[in-house]
DNA sequence: GCCGTTTTCGGCCCGACTGTTTTCAGTCG
C-alpha cells in the first residue's frame, strides 16, 4: 500500500485537475494542488493526525482537513466521486500528454468524447482534430510528441514507485511461514531508471504458502499465473510482480539468474561453459556428470568462475566482466559514504517543507553538512528578493551546527539564462557557500546556443555545480540538445562538479552520460534535489545511479570531508 | 480553498513561448 500521505496527495491531486478541466475556480484548484503537495511532502503519517494535527500542515485549511479525515474514516470522497462522474478518469489522463492542457483536454473530451490517450490517437489519425479550434498541424504533430515519449517510457514506472511496491512485498512476504529468506532481483536491484516488473526471489522448502500468500496481499488486483515455481500477479497500479521461490541452498545461483541483465547472464554462462560447467538460476554444475558445484551464494558462483563478486548496479554487460576478471572493478560508492546533500530546498521559494524541518530531518540521516539552496529572483514565480535570501542567510547561520552538530551551508540554485548568464552580480554570489547552477526554460534553443551556455556557466568563478544538467524528465521530456562532450570537458577544467540529481523522475544525469563524463575527470555531486522531508531519502536512488556510472566516493564531492569540500567549492577563488 | 495581521476580505506565482490567431489563449516552468 501506498502511505497514506500519498493516497490522500494523489486523491487531492486529482480533484484539483477535475476543478481545473472543468474550468472552476482557478484559486481553489491551486490551494487543492497546494494541500496536496503538502500532505505528501509531511514528514508525519497523516492517517495517526487529529484535526488539529492536519491544520498544522501548511496550507490545509478546516475545509480540506475534513476531506482527508472524511477519507480516512471512509476510504471515498464524495466530493471526489461527484466530480468523476462528470468527467471521466482519461480525460485527466490526457493531460499528463506534454502540450496538452486543461483546456485542450475539455475540449476534445466535449466536442469529440475523447477520454483516453488511444482514442486520441484515433481521432489523429482520423483528422478530426483538424476542425477544432485552437488545434493545428503543429498542435497534432507536437501532442503525436508527447505521446511517443510518454509511450517510450512504454509501461515501465519510475524507480522510486516500483520500490515502494517491492519493499512493502518483501516484508508481507518475510512474515510468511517457512519464508527463509526474501528480496527483490532484477532491474530494480540493478537499480535502473524505470523498471518493467517486479522480481521477487523467495528461499523456502515449500513454496505453497507463498504463492498463497502473494496472491492475497491487498495490493493485488489479479493473478496473471499461478503455479508451483512462479506466481505472477498484477498490482492495482497495473505493476506485474513475478514470485519466485527456490530451495534455499539455490538462493546465489536464484539470485544472479533473476538479477540479471540478461547480457550480464550471458557472458557469465559463457565464461562457465568455458570451465566445462553449466549455470542456471539452481546453481552452478559440472557440464558432464551434472553434479553441482556451488550454488548457495552469488560469491560462490562468480568466484568459481574466476570473478569478484560483481555489484548488481554494474550488471549490464558495459565491461563488468573484463574488469572483474583482471580484478578491476572499482569501488562503488555506497549511500553511507554520504556526507551531505547539496542541493535542496525550503518553503522560502518551491519547497513544501521549512528551513527547520528540512535541517531537522537532514541532521536525522546523520549528515556531516547539508546544503539550503532554494531558487534565485531570476525564476521569477519563485518571488526571490535579496532582503527574503540574506534573512534566510541569518537563519541558517543561528541553525549551524545545532542539529547533531551537522554544518550548514547556505547556497542558491541559480537559473542559467538564455545567454548563460546568472541571477546575481559577482559580489553578491560571493556571499554564498556554494551556487548550484541549473537550466529552467528555453530549452529549444539551438545545440550551439545551449552548448555556450552551459560552457558559460561553469566559467562562473561562482559556479560550483550545475543542477539537473540535461534537465531531461524521464517519460515526459527529453533532455537539452548539447554539445555534452564539451560541457564535460569545461567541467573537468574549471573545477565545477556535474549533479547527479537523485530525484527518481529526473536521475539527471543519467547512468550513460556519466558513464561518459567521468572519462574526462570529471568530479560529480550526488544531490537530491529535495523539496520535502519525504524527498531526502530519494539519496539511494542518486547512489544507484551513480554506481550504475561506476563511480568510486573519490569522484563524488558530497562524500569528502567538509574541508576538502570547502576547496572545491572555492573553485580555486581565494578567500 | 487558504492565508494573514498595513488584510477576517481580498488577494492568491509571474513571464515567456508557441501556435493559433487577426489580437490572444493555452501551456509551461
Not at 82 to 95: D, H, M, Q, T, Y
Not at 97 to 102: D, K, R, T
Not at 527 to 547: C, E, I, K, W
Request: charged share 30%; net charge negative; hydrophobic share 40%.
Amino acid at each position: 500500500m501506498a502511505r497514506p500521505n500519498e493516497e490522500v496527495e494523489a486523491l487531492l491531486q486529482e480533484y484539483a485537475d477535475l476543478v481545473t478541466i472543468t474550468g472552476g475556480d482557478a484559486y481553489k484548484a491551486r490551494a487543492y494542488e497546494k494541500a496536496a503537495r503538502a500532505i505528501g511532502g509531511h514528514h508525519a503519517d497523516v492517517s495517526r493526525l487529529d484535526l488539529k494535527g492536519l491544520l498544522d500542515i501548511p496550507n490545509v485549511g478546516k475545509s480540506i482537513a475534513e476531506k482527508v479525515l472524511e477519507y480516512l474514516r471512509t476510504g471515498r470522497l464524495a466530493m471526489v466521486e461527484e466530480a468523476r462522474a462528470v468527467i471521466p478518469a482519461g480525460v485527466r489522463e490526457l493531460i499528463t500528454i506534454p502540450m496538452l492542457g486543461p483546456k485542450k483536454a475539455l475540449l476534445l473530451y466535449e466536442e469529440l468524447h475523447i477520454s483516453s490517450v488511444d482514442e486520441l490517437l484515433d481521432a489523429i489519425h482520423d483528422e478530426k482534430l483538424r476542425d477544432l479550434k485552437g488545434f493545428g498541424a503543429k498542435t497534432e504533430e507536437n501532442i503525436l510528441h508527447g505521446i511517443a515519449l510518454m509511450q517510450q517510457a512504454g509501461d515501465r514506472i519510475l524507480l522510486n514507485a516500483a520500490m515502494d511496491v517491492a519493499e512493502q512485498i518483501v516484508a508481507d512476504l518475510s512474515g510468511v511461514d517457512g519464508c527463509e529468506r526474501c528480496t527483490y532481483a532484477g532491474s530494480l536491484r540493478r537499480m535502473r531508471e524505470t523498471i518493467g516488473d517486479v522480481d521477487i526471489l523467495v528461499a523456502a522448502a515449500r513454496s505453497g504458502p507463498l504463492m498463497e500468500a502473494i496472491t492475497e496481499l491487498p495490493i493485488t488486483a489479479e493473478v496473471i499465473a499461478h503455479g508451483e515455481k512462479k506466481t505472477s500477479i498484477r498490482t492495482t497500479k497495473g505493476l506485474q510482480v513475478d514470485l519466485r521461490v527456490l530451495p534455499a541452498d539455490a538462493w546465489g545461483a536464484g539470485l544472479l539468474y533473476f538479477t540479471g541483465s540478461k547480457a550480464h547472464n550471458i557472458r557469465v554462462r559463457e565464461i562457465a561453459v568455458r570451465h566445462k560447467y553449466k549455470l542456471s538460476e539452481y546453481g552452478l554444475f559440472h557440464a558432464k556428470s551434472g553434479k553441482k558445484i556451488v550454488s548457495e551464494t552469488e560469491e560462490e558462483v562468480y568466484a568459481r568462475l574466476g570473478l569478484p563478486w560483481i555489484p548488481p548496479a554494474l550488471r549490464e554487460d558495459r565491461g563488468e566482466i573484463a574488469a572483474g576478471l583482471r580484478d578491476e572493478l572499482p569501488e562503488l560508492i555506497q549511500e553511507g559514504d554520504i556526507r551531505g546533500d547539496l542541493h535542496t530546498h525550503t518553503d522560502l521559494t518551491d519547497g513544501v517543507a521549512t528551513l527547520q524541518d528540512m535541517v531537522t530531518a537532514a541532521a536525522e540521516r546523520g549528515y556531516a553538512y547539508y546544503a539550503v539552496t532554494d531558487h534565485a529572483p531570476n525564476l521569477f514565480m519563485q518571488r526571490m528578493t535579496d532582503a527574503k535570501i540574506l534573512a534566510q542567510r541569518k537563519r541558517v547561520r543561528e541553525l549551524d551546527g545545532k542539529h547533531r552538530r551537522m554544518h550548514l551551508l547556505h547556497g542558491t540554485e541559480l537559473n542559467i539564462g538564455p545567454d548563460g548568464e546568472v541571477d546575481w552580480p559577482d559580489d553578491f554570489l560571493a556571499g554564498f557557500d556554494l551556487c548550484v547552477a541549473s537550466v529552467h526554460s528555453h530549452f529549444n534553443q539551438t545545440r550551439d546556443e545551449l552548448t555556450r551556455r552551459l560552457l558559460r556557466a561553469c566559467e562562473n568563478p561562482h559556479v560550483s555545480i550545475i543542477g539537473h544538467p540535461t534537465t531531461r524528465l524521464i517519460g515526459k521530456r527529453r533532455g537539452i540538445d548539447a554539445d555534452f562532450d564539451a560541457v564535460f570537458e569545461a567541467c573537468a577544467r574549471t573545477n565545477t562538479a556535474l549533479e547527479i540529481n537523485a530525484h527518481p523522475e529526473r536521475l539527471d544525469l543519467c547512468d550513460e552520460d556519466i558513464l561518459r563524463a567521468r572519462r574526462y575527470g570529471v568530479k560529480f555531486a550526488v544531490n537530491t534535489d529535495a523539496h520535502s522531508v519525504t524527498h531526502l531519502p530519494y539519496m539511494r536512488f542518486g547512489v544507484g545511479t551513480a554506481q550504475r556510472g561506476w563511480l568510486t566516493k573519490d569522484d563524488v564531492i558530497n562524500t569528502w570531508p567538509l574541508q576538502k569540500l570547502r576547496r572545491f567549492l572555492r573553485k580555486g577563488r581565494s578567500g
